[in-house]
C-alpha cells in the first residue's frame, strides 16, 4: 500500500507496513534501527502516537477516516508523546524530515493498494 498526498499527488510512503492490533500498533516503530525514506507504519486506529523506546525522530500525519489531514507532527525525537488529534482514525509515521513542510492540516491523503 502506497500513501499519495492529493494536492501535489506526491507519494508520501511507497512500502507501508500495517498495524491494526494493539500489540502491533504498541510496538510500533520501538526497537527498530530505523526507517527507509520511502517506508511508513500505518497505525490504525491511532489517535494519539509515542516515540518510547526509538533511537530515531519521525514524522507523523493524523487523518481522519475521509483521508483528511488533522494534524502534522515533524521531527517528533524519542521519548516523546505527541498531542491527542480528536477524529484521527489514522496515523502514518515516516522516517523524520520526509515531510518537510510539505503536508498541512486540511490536506487529504489517499491509500492505494
Same mark, same amino acid.
Given at each position: #500500500? +502506497?500513501?499519495? @498526498? +492529493?494536492? $501535489?499527488?506526491? $507519494? =508520501?510512503?511507497?512500502?507501508?507496513? !500495517?498495524?491494526?492490533?494493539?500489540? $502491533?500498533?504498541? %510496538?510500533?516503530? !520501538?526497537? /527498530? /534501527?530505523?526507517?527507509?525514506?520511502? %517506508?511508513?507504519? =500505518?497505525?490504525?486506529?491511532?489517535?494519539? &502516537?509515542? $516515540?518510547?523506546? #526509538?533511537?530515531?525522530?519521525?514524522? *507523523?500525519?493524523?487523518?481522519? +477516516?475521509?483521508? /483528511?489531514?488533522?494534524?502534522?507532527?515533524?521531527?517528533? +525525537?524519542?521519548? /516523546?508523546?505527541?498531542?491527542?488529534?480528536?477524529?484521527?482514525?489514522?496515523? @502514518?509515521?515516516?522516517?523524520?524530515?520526509?515531510? *518537510?513542510?510539505?503536508? &498541512?492540516?486540511?490536506?487529504?491523503?489517499? =491509500?492505494? %493498494?
Amino acid at each position: #500500500m +502506497k500513501c499519495v @498526498l +492529493k494536492r $501535489t499527488g506526491e $507519494t =508520501l510512503a511507497q512500502e507501508i507496513e !500495517m498495524a491494526n492490533s494493539y500489540w $502491533t500498533r504498541l %510496538k510500533g516503530l !520501538m526497537f /527498530r /534501527r530505523g526507517l527507509a525514506p520511502e %517506508k511508513g507504519l =500505518l497505525l490504525d486506529p491511532c489517535p494519539q &502516537i509515542h $516515540t518510547c523506546f #526509538m533511537r530515531f525522530a519521525i514524522d *507523523a500525519v493524523f487523518f481522519d +477516516k475521509n483521508g /483528511r489531514v488533522l494534524y502534522v507532527a515533524e521531527q517528533v +525525537k524519542p521519548w /516523546r508523546f505527541s498531542r491527542f488529534v480528536r477524529g484521527s482514525r489514522y496515523t @502514518l509515521e515516516l522516517a523524520g524530515g520526509t515531510l *518537510a513542510g510539505r503536508v &498541512i492540516a486540511g490536506d487529504e491523503v489517499a =491509500l492505494i %493498494k
